[in-house]
């Protein structure tokens, strides 16, 4: 099955700086990639996502590049605020003809006033 | 506010109670969903449903029994849950892909049913 691995397990950065997390997955054939925020005790809160026929989406402040060759994905966060802290997780549409989401075990981003 | 609708927010019941799991959207969406979210893990998928059929069942427990009544409609009834049972079920919905391909398209959680086994 499908299996996604997410780095690092907790960024620290000071407010208006940028963050960065990174996600690889092993199966070939997943071609969604969402990214989700989830503040403590809330839903998971979907914030962008990308296709494999496209290498980089942006939305504001914050942009994803997939790289299908490495099997990569990366989330970027620019001009960080104090409400941008949250666990923010990847995932992937898993194996067989599925609909679900294989997660990453997430980022828990803080960000430093 | 989550267009994905789940009752009850937290529920405590014991080992030999039986309950159910309730969630529903009206967004027109034909995909559903079950995850199983402990403390400071990510999502884990449980059930999919597809045009109100059952798709993937993720090795889960019999005592999870997964029904979805009509293309709004996903429960989930539960009985004779262990303690490691204890956690946040979330639901969640999509667009309906098709046959044939992944689901590629975005699925929206409702706000979970916390979930405390005694």
């Known amino acids: 099955g499908e299996n996604v691995e997410q780095h690092p397990s907790t960024l620290s950065v000071q407010e208006g700086d940028s963050a960065v997390i990174k996600c690889t997955y092993s199966?070939?054939?997943?071609?969604?990639f969402p990214w989700y925020k989830q503040e403590l005790g809330k839903r998971p809160q979907l914030i962008i996502d990308?296709?494999?026929?496209?290498g980089e989406k942006k939305d504001q402040r914050i942009a994803v590049t997939l790289n299908k060759t490495a099997k990569h994905f990366s989330l970027h966060i620019t001009e960080t605020q104090p409400e941008d802290s949250a666990v923010y997780f990847c995932?992937?549409?898993?194996?067989?003809?599925?609909?679900?989401?294989?997660f990453g075990k997430g980022t828990h981003l803080i960000i430093q006033p | 506010d989550t267009e994905v609708t789940q009752t009850p927010k937290h529920l405590v019941m014991g080992m030999t109670n039986k309950k159910s799991l309730k969630c529903e959207q009206h967004?027109?969406?034909?995909?559903m969903y079950w995850y199983k979210q402990k403390a400071k893990k990510p999502p884990e998928l449980m059930f999919v449903?597809?045009?109100?059929?059952?798709?993937i069942n993720e090795s889960v427990p019999s005592r999870f029994s997964p029904e979805c009544p009509n293309s709004s409609l996903l429960n989930l009834h539960l009985h004779a849950l262990q303690p490691e049972d204890s956690a946040l079920y979330l639901c969640?919905?999509?667009?309906?892909?098709?046959?044939?391909?992944?689901?590629?398209?975005?699925?929206?959680f409702g706000d979970g049913t916390r979930l405390s086994i005694l």
């Open positions: 967004m027109g969406h034909r995909a």
């Open positions: 990308i296709r494999s026929n496209v």
């Open positions: 995932a992937a549409n898993a194996g067989g003809g599925a609909d679900g989401l294989t």
């Open positions: 969640a919905s999509s667009q309906n892909p098709g046959t044939g391909g992944r689901g590629n398209q975005p699925q929206h």
């Open positions: 199966d070939s054939a997943s071609n969604y």
């Open positions: 449903y597809s045009y109100e059929k059952l798709s």
